[in-house]
T-cell receptor, first 113, second 114 residues
Framework: KAGVTQTPRYLIKTRGQQVTLSCSPISGHRSVSWYQQTPGQGLQFLFEYFSETQRNKGNFPGRFSGRQFSNSRSEMNVSTLELGDSALYLC????????????FGPGTRLLVL | TQLLEQSPQFLSIQEGENLTVYCNSSSVFSSLQWYRQEPGEGPVLLVTVVTGGEVKKLKRLTFQFGDARKDSSLHITAAQPGDTGLYLCAGERLRYGNTGKLIFGQGTTLQVKP
């Protein structure tokens, strides 16, 4: 079974631009969670989607948004980029049932100049 | 407020030494997971512990879940350079809101020198 895939792997943007990141979960997984990882803050939860519905959202500004499609693929969007948005953005998928394991993708490294 | 305190944050040891990483919280978790992450990659799950007092072994790695399910430890015996990486603990909560299902510790960066 293929693992979680994320595209693109690397991205360079400038302040004020917007960016869309994509995540394809493991086949059969219906839940997708997004995390932001920075050296100072560690892994911070962004949002979780299940069956095209956002189940939870972390403490991030409204510039961060996401969605999930009927095939469970997910995208996250960051508008009006700021320097502080530079981070590794990780996607994790799980079956979507209670108390089961999340599997992480390799991440998208975003650099905002 | 960091709900999961992981220590130490950095560890540099010689090949063959033993080490222990701790993960502590005042919260109770339904399970606790340990991940290892290499530079430029996503975290890879090493183990999940579910029962209070549970001990799991993975070759030279020993994981323990505290009796009260609030803390955990990872012990590596005879560390090797291939063990180098970022070790993350993550607690899973039954009830969660805007912090998500998994709460991550800050991570322990381990460097094992040959």
């Amino acid at each position: 079974k293929a693992g979680v895939t994320q595209t693109p792997r690397y991205l360079i943007k400038t302040r004020g631009q917007q960016v869309t990141l994509s995540c394809s979960p493991i086949s059969g997984h219906r839940s997708v969670s997004w995390y932001q990882q920075t050296p100072g803050q560690g892994l911070q939860f962004l949002f979780e989607y299940f069956s095209e519905t956002q189940r939870n959202k972390g403490n991030f500004p409204g510039r961060f948004s996401g969605r999930q499609f009927s095939n469970s693929r997910s995208e996250m969007n960051v508008s009006t980029l700021e320097l502080g948005d530079s981070a590794l953005y990780l996607c994790a998928s799980s079956l979507g049932l209670a108390e089961e394991t999340q599997y992480f993708g390799p991440g998208t490294r975003l650099l905002v100049l | 407020t960091q709900l999961l305190e992981q220590s130490p944050q950095f560890l540099s040891i010689q090949e063959g030494e033993n080490l222990t990483v701790y993960c502590n919280s005042s919260s109770v978790f339904s399970s606790l997971q340990w991940y290892r992450q290499e530079p430029g990659e996503g975290p890879v799950l090493l183990v999940t512990v579910v029962t209070g007092g549970e001990v799991k072994k993975l070759k030279r790695l020993t994981f323990q879940f505290g009796d009260a399910r609030k803390d955990s430890s990872l012990h590596i015996t005879a560390a090797q350079p291939g063990d180098t990486g970022l070790y993350l603990c993550a607690g899973e909560r039954l009830r969660y809101g805007n912090t998500g299902k998994l709460i991550f510790g800050q991570g322990t960066t381990l460097q094992v020198k040959p």
